[in-house]
């Protein structure tokens, strides 16, 4: 499961502490396990992509709440929202190409809606602190 608070200040909060990046690792993690055993071809080809998709995920999500700025979260909230986008078109790719066996899929695929509306949720809080920011004088 994830880790606890890292930062040195007990109050600080930092990516480690949003769900959203919590869910979004388990969902790379079981990407990477659940594509390992796949044709050569296969784990170069659509598996590289896929894991690459998951992987950017909460990546994306710590680089925006790393950077300590409304502004930076939501840009990199939004980053992390098209790589679920791209994931879940990937996903479907690989059950409609008979990759991925059907448990495994409806796991991921739930994972990646959890992942996506706690995304959503980031974004749109994201998106009100920078609109609550005074304009520069």
Known sequence: ????????????????????????????????????NWRAVDQFSLGLQLRRAAIS??????????????AAARYHTAIALGSHGEYETQLELARRCALIDP??????????TTVGKLLSGLYRAALRSVERKPPRA
């Open 57 to 70: 995920i909460p990546s994306n999500v710590a680089e925006g709440q790393a950077r300590r700025s409304a």
């Open 103 to 112: 448990v495994t899929f409806a796991r991921l695929s739930a994972q990646c």
């Open 1 to 36: 499961m994830a880790e606890t608070n890292t930062s040195s200040q007990p109050g600080d909060r930092t990516y480690r502490d949003l769900e959203a990046w919590s869910r979004a690792m388990t969902l790379a993690e079981e990407t990477v396990q659940a594509t390992r």
